[in-house]
T-cell receptor, first 113, second 111 residues
């Protein structure tokens, strides 16, 4: 089955700096790669996703890049703010009838004011 | 449109007790799943269902049962609670190839 590795497990940055979180996956048939943000005591919520026919996607201060050949994808947050502090999870999934989402272990991002 | 509704939010059980965590979604999603979240372990898949009447095991199924009698509901049963099942549980639903929507979570403590 799919295996998703996520690094780093913790990341501390100064407000205004950029943050990068990286994930690798093992199943070359995976074609959907979402990123979730989980604030303390809350449920995970989707912040951005990318499909295998796209190499990069941006949404304001957040971007995701995908390298299918190397089987890795990354989350980039620019101009970080204290409210970006949370746990971030990457995930991977095949399409078609295989619905399972496999998650990385998460990255605790702390943005220091 | 409530999304995914999960109850209860908190629960304390004694070792050996049984209980059912409820999950319901109103988005007509085919796929529903249960995860447990433990510190440093991410979200691990317990059981999942691709439609009414169809369930399958995930990564950590032991000690848990599920059923899917309707598209909307996917309850998780703990048969005989153990301290190792102390965790935060999330139910999620999705259409294939699209984002998963999570319930609010259940914080379960087994003493």
């Amino acid at each position: 089955g799919e295996n998703v590795e996520q690094h780093p497990s913790t990341l501390s940055v100064q407000e205004g700096d950029s943050a990068v979180i990286k994930c690798t996956y093992s199943d070359s048939a995976s074609n959907y790669f979402p990123w979730y943000k989980q604030e303390l005591g809350k449920r995970p919520q989707l912040i951005i996703d990318i499909r295998s026919n796209v190499g990069e996607k941006k949404d304001q201060r957040i971007a995701v890049t995908l390298n299918k050949t190397a089987k890795h994808f990354s989350l980039h947050i620019t101009e970080t703010q204290p409210e970006d502090s949370a746990v971030y999870f990457c995930a991977a999934s095949r399409g078609g009838s295989n619905y399972k989402l496999t998650f990385g272990k998460g990255t605790l991002l702390t943005v220091n004011p | 449109n409530a999304g995914v509704t999960q109850t209860p939010k908190f629960q304390v059980l004694k070792t050996g007790q049984s209980m059912t965590l409820q999950c319901a979604q109103d988005m007509n999603h085919e796929y529903m799943s249960w995860y447990r979240q433990d510190p440093g372990m991410g979200l691990r898949l317990i059981h999942y269902s691709v439609g009414a009447g169809i369930t399958d095991q995930g990564e950590v199924p032991n000690g848990y049962n599920v059923s899917r009698s309707t598209t909307e509901d996917f309850p998780l049963r703990l048969l005989s609670a153990a301290p190792s099942q102390t965790s935060v549980y999330f139910c999620a639903s999705r259409h294939p190839g699209n984002e998963a929507f999570f319930g609010q979570g259940t914080r379960l403590t087994v003493v």
